[in-house]
């Protein structure tokens, strides 16, 4: 084991990759920090700048853009009450009341140490678990694989937002997209329609890029120009240490839940925020300032978005299978330099896996280094407007299609990604089911058709063993517990529709 | 109002009539089955009707839900969503317009990208899409215009070897 970390600090240790961490995070604190950009769109638009890296180096650009973009995200949610990612919705609530104040200095230090702090502890969590859930794997064959990401497919169910059933569309796009190209066994055409481009399945970048970032450029110009100065000014005032004292156990708590909802595939930053949030003001002694711009409510918000953000690895690394909607795009990136994630990069690629733990924790300290440098220039970027970002956005869009295989091929699966992409907006249909069942689904079906092939069509396989079984068990409870959720919502709409009646 | 209220049903028919085409069309044209095959299950277009027999389910359900509801009162926070739309979007037929504007934009970028090459098309693109959207601040554009692809392509062309078309400049 000693070796092996040898090798992966040598791997990791290099002028390159301690640069590109940096560059990672001070990317995503930016496009964080814009309104309107969020952190999936952020590594959606850096993942072609990664093809002619290194697997690490690349990988670790992609985590440390993810990293920031979180962070950044509670920069506009303070300044001027616009969460930049979702998962800083919760850190408005408090944020932006402190701003009003004009205590925005003393707000963004507080976002900025909590968030570094439950980074920290998520990666300590990613670091532990990771490779023993990995060995625990290893035992895994085709119906095992199948059996577990049938059960990641239920992180739709956290993805969906309001409606489960459009989620589910989504997610038959994404799964049937994925189904284009040459039949793995037989080698017979599937829907290509003769074009030999489409022979080798469609590209994830084009695809990626189309749907994410396209529909909300064509949606801009929908509405109305408007650009009001919103960004009134920091103040002076830093946050001591008695408050930050008094903030901790909150930190502490709330790094805890987003570890743990961080774990789970599907749950994702903005339930972890809101859940730490609604805890520390059950638990708070000044429970009745929450909401009109009270530090801890901050720090509550910001510990659970941040603490997801090492522990959603996990899956990721130990299973490969992604536990949100950014770690399944960084999933489609371990493919493209030709790695896959899972028991298997821990049996042959070890060394890669611990030189990604080392560019991890380093991104933790250069978040707290470029966070308090950079508060300043963060906080003027989230008054960038529209009109100049999105005309930017397209031009980064295109070259980054374009590279992937030096075809204009890639640049029409773009467009017409972006018109699905537009239709979905339109009709409210989320865009993370599609994505998470594109890249699931290949590896579904492969696991599915070589579980038959082994048993010649007899589908016993699929429950041949305790682990099949506890997967499959855990699918049928998962789907059980997501229709009776639904169905209660719903009651609970009737109800509250009778009553204003 | 209509379309809010309907949404649901027209997505449904939507997805349900998409289904029914690729069931009864598309899978029998595109997807070549081999005639050695034995198993149902291993056959290439066996995983494609699964998913897509589940899309014809969910869009019925979705048609039929849509129906039911149409016929409710708008709740809330439904009203609200269609305010705020109101409020920050253009009148209706403008949207339209625009929206398709902006989607012929694009098609006549990677043509002019085919003919002009990517600098000259991006540079061109930053504008056009900067104007349509409403933005006079020529000194800020046009810098962007200019520098944001010229950096861009030899970005990609020295670091990342690849290279870029350059059109009629080739």
């Not at chain 1, 079984?469 to 009778?498: C, E, G």
Request: proline share 5%; with cysteine; glycine share 10%.
């Amino acid at each position: 084991m000693l070796e092996n970390i040898t090798i992966a600090f040598q791997l990791f240790a290099t002028i390159d990759n301690v640069a590109i961490v940096f560059i990672g995070v001070v990317i995503g604190c930016i496009v964080g920090a814009i309104p309107g950009m969020t952190a999936t769109m952020g590594v959606a638009l850096t993942l072609p700048f990664t093809f002619y890296l290194p697997p690490v180096t690349g990988i670790l650009l992609l985590i440390g853009v993810y990293k920031g973009g979180i962070y950044g995200g509670s920069i506009p949610a303070i300044l001027i009450k616009t969460p930049g990612t979702p998962a800083a919705a919760c850190t408005v609530l408090d944020g932006f009341p402190l701003t009003q104040k004009g205590q925005a200095n003393k707000a963004l230090h507080m976002a900025l140490y909590s968030s570094c702090f439950a980074d920290f502890m998520s990666n300590i969590a990613l670091i532990f678990f990771t490779g023993f859930i990995a060995s625990f794997a290893l035992k895994f064959g085709p119906p095992e694989f199948f059996s577990l990401i049938l059960f990641s497919l239920t992180i739709i169910a956290g993805v969906a937002g309001d409606s489960l059933a459009r989620g589910l569309i989504s997610a038959c796009f994404g799964l049937l997209l994925a189904t284009i190209g040459l039949d793995l066994i037989y080698g017979t055409e599937r829907m290509i329609f003769g074009e030999t481009e489409l022979m080798g399945g469609v590209k994830f970048i084009p695809v990626l890029i189309g749907l994410f970032a396209i529909p909300e450029i064509i949606d801009h110009y929908t509405k109305k120009y408007e650009h009001k100065k919103r960004f009134v000014g920091l103040g002076d005032e830093g946050v001591t240490m008695g408050e930050w004292k008094r903030c901790f156990k909150s930190v502490f708590r709330g790094s805890l839940i987003g570890v743990v909802m961080g774990a789970i595939p599907g749950i994702g930053g903005a339930p972890s925020a809101f859940l730490s949030y609604s805890e520390a003001k059950r638990t708070s002694k000044v429970a009745d300032n929450f909401g009109k711009g009270e530090l801890e409510g901050i720090a509550a918000a910001e510990s659970g978005n941040n603490g997801v953000c090492g522990s959603t690895m996990i899956p990721l690394l130990a299973l490969g299978v992604p536990g949100d909607v950014i770690t399944a795009v960084i999933l489609g990136a371990f493919m493209i330099h030709g790695l896959r994630p899972g028991p298997i990069l821990f049996e042959q690629n070890i060394t890669i896996v611990y030189a990604i733990f080392m560019g991890i924790m380093l991104s933790s300290v250069y978040l707290l280094i470029v966070g308090k440098a950079g508060i300043k220039l963060f906080a003027r970027i989230s008054d960038v407007p529209n009109s100049f970002l999105y005309p930017i956005v397209l031009v980064l869009c295109v070259f980054g299609a374009y590279a992937v295989g030096n075809t204009m091929f890639d640049l029409v699966v773009m467009i017409v990604m972006g018109l699905v992409g537009y239709f979905m907006l339109k009709f409210h249909i989320p865009a993370a089911p599609f994505l998470i069942a594109f890249i699931l689904g290949p590896l579904l079906e492969d696991s599915f058709r070589q579980s038959l092939q082994l048993t010649r069509g007899d589908f016993s396989i699929f429950i041949r063993n305790p682990i099949c079984w506890t997967f499959l068990s855990m699918t049928v409870l998962s789907i059980y517990v997501i229709i009776r959720r639904n169905i209660k919502l719903k009651k609970d709409r009737d109800l509250a529709a009778m009553l204003i009646e | 109002m209509f379309f809010a209220r309907f949404s649901d049903a027209i997505l449904g028919a939507v997805i349900s009539a998409g289904s029914l085409l690729m069931l009864l069309v598309i899978i029998p044209i595109s997807v070549q089955v081999p005639k050695s095959n034995k198993v149902l299950a291993l056959s290439p277009d066996f995983w494609i009707k699964i998913i897509v027999w589940f899309s014809l389910f969910i869009g019925a359900y979705l048609f039929i839900q849509g129906l039911k509801t149409a016929k409710e009162e708008l709740t809330e926070d439904q009203v609200a969503a269609i305010e705020n739309i109101k409020n920050h979007h253009h009148p209706m037929g403008r949207s339209v317009l625009m929206a398709m504007l902006a989607i012929a934009n694009l098609f006549v970028y990677y043509f002019l990208i085919d003919w002009l090459g990517m600098i000259l098309a991006s540079s061109i693109s930053v504008v056009t899409f900067a104007v349509l959207c409403g933005e006079r601040r020529y000194k800020i554009i046009l810098p962007i215009a200019a520098f944001l692809p010229t950096g861009l392509y030899y970005f990609f062309l020295k670091v990342a070897s690849i290279p870029m078309p350059l059109g009629i400049f080739e």
